[in-house]
């Protein structure tokens, strides 16, 4: 064989270092030369001089003079750094013998393998913004930029982790540090250039992104510190050999390791916990290592239950599959240990305190970055960082007496989270998708995640969990080893952890999920959120420590009927069997986590994530099934779904019940003692807690009746609005920003649309809280989610005298509901209606809703009705839309007849007068306005309410020729407050009671009187005695 052609590998690197800077160097300079220096410049908020440093994105592709010779150098730039990618990844795989000093630590080629993959892919992520514009396609540019900022972290991390010289790692670090502290006030900048809109702030971006450049470049170019013994070369093989190249082959090999490398996955497993220094620790300490834990457990549940609301919210806003639900992946990490290398790795001390840091830092401190998807891709590294960290642990332990301790911790955390979103008005104060406006305590959470973490970091060794003795001496020996689960009770245990922990999310993440499964309206005959929720809290944290033997067939069948009793029953019997599940549901978890790590844990571990994935997109289907595909097979389904989690759960405890588990003298003295202080820390936490929550639960029930906006006058006012699950365009929740609008247009009567939260995938949430709270209403919650709806809620200032609740004909799309309520507004009843039709597609199933709404109304004719519903369908379209259905048959007034922009929402009256109406634009708090706002006046006691015809019931008057208290606030008028304003006119429009209303001089100088006296009529400020 001849070697045609020898080269030093490092010129590899030489030439991608220069080739990649010439480019950005070039696009810089022309960009300059060409005279486009200010046009580059340019943003949307300001312009040269304000701005004078162009952005990266718009100096290598907004303008064809840069564009073109940037784009041709980057092309050049590709084959020196694909060959760097290749090499590199050889060198991390087989170091030389000559830069492993001794005691060196050995290749891992599965993160080598990894930091391969993660390489490439942030490579083909580069193309994607360098050759996909910000200006022809600025949204998948900005997606492949975003995905490529991300992707370098953990390829900076990977690369210098792998150098087999500690000097050259520490070399590498150092720009992953510059990187590393860049992109805080990167983010910081752009938030204020794109969302406080500060002028010159993107200026200071723009330097820090091209810092970016800079630190990538300098971090890839260190690499010709690992390549100075490597040549590239190529070899005719057909050719005589004249060299030592005889044994190359014309095969894809690769290099063996030296027999003196033998794998460390092949050797014996030391568990680090051993190498302590055999003194105890002080109880003290131990009670500061479990504090620790539980707020691990804290932060795990915050960013697994954050992962599943952020994800849908592509869904929610296309009402489709939207890709996003591939994210549910990040909670396979158990088939990472099917890897031995990975296996090693995963259960290793470094790892644990990665995976915590990962957890902590970026799950949760996502929280600043504006982009939805930015926070997508941290939450699913958080996710995976997580389960990684616990199941870490818990394949260390073993099925060791310690795995009690780890589920009790990780439980008390569940109940910790479900008292912070209770204190927080259902939002946990540390998800990623709030920020301090939404309600957010994202800073305090850090800080606590930091100092949870350094108490980890400086633990001492005696206070981790240990494994059981494998190697025992004497008599003992054969007492410590256990027989192994045999593969049916793997299996069972698998696919039962699986479904626990969906049904754990599902239940156990928030305390008024089971009551929302209850509720049935007014008057109230069962549960209520103040103070029922303390109850719940409680029963979540008592099971922790109340079940000696939870995973007895005995306790699964109770379990099973109180899922059962919760699901077929309403009001107090469905909350007794809620009560029975939660607390069912908390008991397990301990025991079950303890068998489930004695099994074999890619397997195990793995197998449940995935069941607990499929668990959740099926329970989603039951109500989004009409924008998935074969959804119809389980619409509805609710108790099929329920049914096959109970039963598999309970078939994974019987397996486990049954486990020979390490006890006894198989288990380290440590063990004994660590189990024994943590199980009475826990069981007193829990019964302080408890009481704790319900205490705090009874102080939470109202002690004033809601106020109206005019008690002394006989008006009200009443909106509807489609919220679209509580999520802005930003992904933020938006209960608090709703709550600003609605109390300043000083709405009384509310229907909310699409408010069916309580369901994992919008994070068991209760958006009437914020409102109901701290403005004051009265709340019916409407259908609950086992009634397969989006939701619908009615908020009123007014008491709810009765209120039913409707499942409206839906034989082709989504099942349809409706709240019908009598409310006490100025001691007259008045129904109002609250509905939700279905979509466009299915003409048939909102003709059938309207209908059933018209009957419903026309039943009670002759009371004062106000309808507030969602039915698509155009002013004045004829049958079988529903529009003509609802007007003619439910025999109602349409609050506008001229508003001719309406398709969904829209608004009725009858036996009132209405003196206003206006449609508010909702920024960007949801894609349909707080879309109508009408005010109405009720007649006088006794007197029949009566338009003659359509020029009284329409007759337009100006804002100065109704008193004040009929009028709505100025303040929405022109461009608004908050991106909050009037739309389709200028102002709300006004109109007078005809005249035999004796009521057009009621309310002038704030007056409440309706006598005759009152009854004057002010006409352009001229005075009329009618």
């Given at each position: 064989m001849t070697v045609l052609l020898a080269f030093p590998a490092k010129w590899v690197t030489h030439a991608h270092t220069f080739t990649a800077a010439l480019a950005f160097a070039t696009a810089l300079f022309l960009g300059w030369a060409a005279g486009l220096w200010k046009k580059l410049c340019a943003n949307s908020v300001a312009r040269w001089p304000v701005e004078w440093f162009p952005s990266v994105s718009a100096t290598i592709g907004d303008h064809v003079p840069t564009r073109a010779p940037f784009q041709i150098l980057i092309a050049l730039c590709a084959t020196p750094r694909f060959l760097l990618l290749i090499v590199q990844w050889l060198v991390h795989r087989n170091p030389s013998l000559e830069s492993r000093?001794?005691?060196?630590?050995?290749?891992?080629?599965?993160?080598a393998d990894v930091e391969f993959i993660v390489g490439i892919v942030r490579t083909i992520c580069c193309g994607g913004w360098v050759y996909v514009t910000s200006r022809d396609q600025p949204d998948v540019h900005d997606f492949f930029m975003i995905l490529y900022l991300l992707l370098t972290v953990p390829w900076m991390y990977l690369s210098a982790s792998n150098c087999a010289s500690a000097a050259t790692a520490s070399r590498r670090r150092l720009p992953m540090y510059g990187y590393l502290c860049t992109i805080p006030p990167l983010m910081w900048m752009y938030y204020r250039h794109s969302s406080l809109k500060i002028k010159g702030a993107y200026t200071y971006y723009s330097i820090l992104e091209w810092s970016l450049v800079f630190w990538d470049l300098a971090f890839d170019s260190l690499s010709t510190l690992e390549l100075g013994h490597l040549q590239i070369a190529f070899v005719d093989s057909s050719s005589p050999s004249t060299d030592n190249l005889s044994s190359v082959t014309t095969t894809f090999t690769f290099a063996k390791q030296p027999s003196e490398l033998k794998s460390s996955a092949d050797e014996p497993l030391v568990d680090w916990t051993?190498?302590?220094?055999?003194?105890?620790?002080?109880?003290?300490?131990?009670?500061?290592?479990?504090?620790?834990?539980?707020?691990?457990?804290?932060?795990?549940?915050?960013?697994?239950?954050?992962?599943?609301?952020?994800?849908?919210?592509?869904?929610?806003?296309?009402?489709?599959?939207?890709?996003?639900?591939?994210?549910?992946?990040?909670?396979?990490?158990?088939?990472?240990?099917h890897s031995k290398s990975a296996f090693r790795y995963l259960v290793s001390r470094h790892a644990q305190v990665t995976h915590r840091s990962i957890t902590i830092f970026l799950g949760m401190g996502c929280y600043f970055l504006p982009w939805p998807f930015a926070r997508l891709v941290c939450l699913v590294v958080g996710t995976w960082a997580g389960w990684s960290a616990l199941l870490g642990t818990w394949v260390r332990?073993?099925?060791?007496?310690?795995?009690?301790?780890?589920?009790?911790?990780?439980?008390?955390?569940?109940?910790?989270?479900?008292?912070?979103?209770?204190?927080?008005?259902?939002?946990?104060?540390?998800?990623?998708?709030?920020?301090?406006?939404?309600?957010g305590w994202n800073k305090t959470g850090l800080v606590l995640g930091a100092i949870s973490l350094a108490e980890y970091v400086y633990r001492p060794l005696d206070l981790h969990p240990a494994p059981p003795l494998l190697e025992a001496s004497g008599k003992d020996k054969g007492q410590a080893k256990s027989t192994p689960p045999t593969a049916l009770q793997t299996r069972l245990m698998s696919l039962g952890l699986g479904t626990a922990i969906h049904l754990i999310q599902t239940f156990l993440m928030d305390a008024g999920t089971v009551i929302s499964w209850t509720w049935t309206g007014y008057p109230i005959k069962g549960p209520t959120l103040h103070p029922q929720a303390g109850f719940i809290i409680?029963?979540?944290?008592?099971?922790?420590?109340?079940?000696?033997?939870?995973?007895?067939?005995?306790?699964?069948?109770?379990?099973?009927?109180?899922?059962?009793?919760?699901?077929a029953f309403p009001d107090w019997t469905g909350f007794y069997g809620g009560v029975v599940l939660t607390y069912y549901l908390s008991s397990i978890l301990p025991p079950y986590v303890r068998a489930a790590s004695a099994c074999s844990p890619a397997t195990t571990f793995g197998n449940a994530l995935l069941a607990y994935i499929v668990f959740d997109v099926v329970s989603v289907v039951t109500a989004a099934y009409a924008f998935v595909p074969m959804g119809w097979l389980l619409r509805e389904r609710t108790d099929v779904v329920l049914g096959a989690c109970m039963l598999t759960t309970a078939a994974g405890a019987w397996a486990g019940y049954s486990f020979d588990l390490p006890s006894g003298s198989s288990l380290p003295r440590r063990t004994h003692r660590r189990t024994k202080v943590v199980q009475r820390f826990t069981l007193i936490s829990a019964g302080l807690f408890s009481l704790l929550s319900i205490l705090y639960s009874f102080s939470r029930i109202p002690v004033e009746a809601p106020v109206p906006y005019y008690p002394e006058h006989r008006i009200f006012s009443a909106g509807i609005w489609t919220v679209h699950f509580g999520v802005d365009k930003d992904g933020r929740d938006s209960q608090r920003r709703m709550r600003d609008l609605v109390q300043e247009m000083e709405v009384d009567v509310l229907g909310l649309l699409e408010t069916d939260l309580h369901r994992f995938v919008y994070g068991n949430r209760d958006l009437t809280?914020?409102?109901a709270e701290e403005l004051g209403y009265y709340v019916d919650l409407g259908p609950g989610p086992n009634k397969h709806t989006w939701g619908a809620v009615l908020l009123s200032k007014f008491p709810i005298l009765n209120s039913t609740h409707h499942l409206l004909p839906s034989p082709d799309g989504e099942l349809a509901p409706a709240i019908y309520a009598t409310l006490d507004i100025h001691g007259e009843h008045v129904n109002v209606m609250v509905s939700h039709?279905?979509?466009?597609?299915?003409?048939?199933?909102?003709?059938?809703?309207?209908?059933?709404?018209?009957?419903?109304?026309?039943?009670?004719?002759?009371?004062?009705?106000?309808?507030i519903g969602y039915l698509v369908t155009r002013t004045g379209d004829r049958r079988p839309w529903p529009y003509q259905i609802l007007m003619e048959d439910g025999r109602m007034w349409d609050i506008e007849i001229d508003d001719r922009w309406r398709w969904c929402e829209y608004m009725a009256f009858r036996n009132m007068w209405r003196v206003a109406y206006a449609r508010v634009h909702e920024s960007d708090i949801s894609d349909t306005e707080l879309q109508k706002v009408g005010k109405f006046l009720l007649g006088k006691p006794g007197q029949k309410v009566i338009y003659e015809d359509n020029q009284q019931l329409y007759w337009h008057v100006g804002e100065g020729d109704i008193p004040e208290p009929w009028r709505l606030p100025s303040q929405f008028r022109g461009k608004g407050v908050r991106g909050h304003r009037y739309v389709v006119w200028d102002g709300p429009l006004y109109y007078l009671p005809p005249k035999h209303s004796e009521l057009r001089g009621y309310g002038w100088d704030w007056s409440t009187a309706l006598d005759k006296t009152a009854t004057i009529e002010r006409i352009g400020g001229v005075i009329i005695d009618p």
């Open positions: 000093p001794s005691g060196a630590r050995r290749p891992n080629t599965a993160l051993n190498h302590g220094n055999g003194r105890p620790s002080s109880s003290l300490r131990l009670g500061l290592a479990w504090i620790s834990d539980v707020y691990f457990g804290i932060c795990f549940w915050t960013v697994f239950t954050g992962l599943s609301f952020q994800l849908f919210y592509w869904s929610v806003w296309k009402l489709a599959l939207a890709g996003s639900e591939l994210a549910l992946m990040g909670n396979l990490a158990g088939y990472l240990f332990v073993k099925g060791s007496e310690e795995m009690v301790a780890e589920g009790q911790t990780l439980g008390l955390g569940i109940a910790i989270t479900m008292l912070l979103k209770y204190v927080n008005y259902s939002n946990n104060p540390f998800w990623s998708l709030l920020n301090g406006s939404s309600g409680a029963a979540t944290a008592l099971g922790l420590v109340s079940i000696p033997n939870a995973l007895h067939p005995a306790w699964s069948t109770i379990g099973c009927l109180g899922a059962l009793a919760l699901y809280r914020v409102m039709n279905g979509q466009e597609e299915d003409l048939r199933d909102r003709t059938l809703q309207t209908t059933e709404l018209a009957r419903l109304l026309r039943e009670t004719a002759d009371k004062p009705t106000v309808f």
